[in-house]
């Protein structure tokens, strides 16, 4: 007798939650608490485990940002607004949400929720596990394999493999980094090379296969206005490599057997939703393997 297969859902959460507030008007709980961030979430959650399946999943959280990528650029993800302040208070209301519903969720202080994802698919896939990682993040599009596969939040149904990594950017996964390292990241406030953009990277990275070999044939590199570039900036393309790699190896994590999605707290997820007036929710939590 063979054991079930296991397939691991990893969920961006903050990535997600930003997306599912934006992309739903305003709605507030009967004692004017908002709630569309929650409402939004749950949707993608739940269309999530109808077309996929999950035996196990896990909600990660960022919990800052590592003073690794802060000391290599003081200005990273400076640019960024602070927090809505309908949104701020849902991430509390998220949080119970999962842990009625039976998801963990993770939240590693002074890490960012790529490196946990990295980390939890890495060590599932390694045990066999088909896995599938939901955010809309370009620098996750590097963990994609085989047994990892990335799904875009406004498109649930679909899975994003190596190939597919290669349709969207270009390159191979194992060279996401060096293509960012590259073009940089505007929504994390890294400057890549200028004059460097998205169809210039992938030019290189098809021409010279990795950054280390295109440094050594820089000479080789036409037009001779990009050649100037690229060596003025190396050190630059060099730290953004360094910040670009996720970590895989995060420590303090839980194990394989702690993602299983549970059953549901059937009573408790009822009281809860009902007091937020999202009765839309509420068919889900009647059968106790669903929502």
Known sequence: MTDAPIRLLLVDGHNVAYRAFHALPPLTAPDGT?????LGFARVLSSLRDTWNPTHACVAFDGGLPAVRMEALATYKAQRKPMPDALRPQFGLLGDYLRLSGVATVRL????????????????AGHGADVLVVSGDKDLLQI?????????????RDRVGPDGVRGILGVDPGRVPEWLALTGDTSDNIPGVPGVGPKTATALLSAFGTLADLWARID???PPRIRGLLAAHREVVERNLAMMRLRDDLPGLPDLAGLEWKAPDG???????????????????SQPELF
Do not use: K, Y
Not at 109 to 124: C, F, M, Q
Not at 144 to 156: F, K, T, W
Not at 267 to 285: D, I, K, N
């Open 34 to 38: 908002p709630t569309n961030a929650v």
């Open 109 to 124: 202080e002074g890490e960012e929720a790529d490196d946990v994802l990295a980390t939890l698919a890495r060590r599932a």
């Open 144 to 156: 994609a394999s085989d047994r990892v596969g990335m799904i875009r939040p406004q498109s649930p």
């Open 220 to 222: 080789e590199v036409t």
């Open 267 to 285: 009573p408790g997820l009822r009281s809860f939703l009902e007091t937020l007036g999202l009765r839309s929710l509420l068919p889900a939590t």
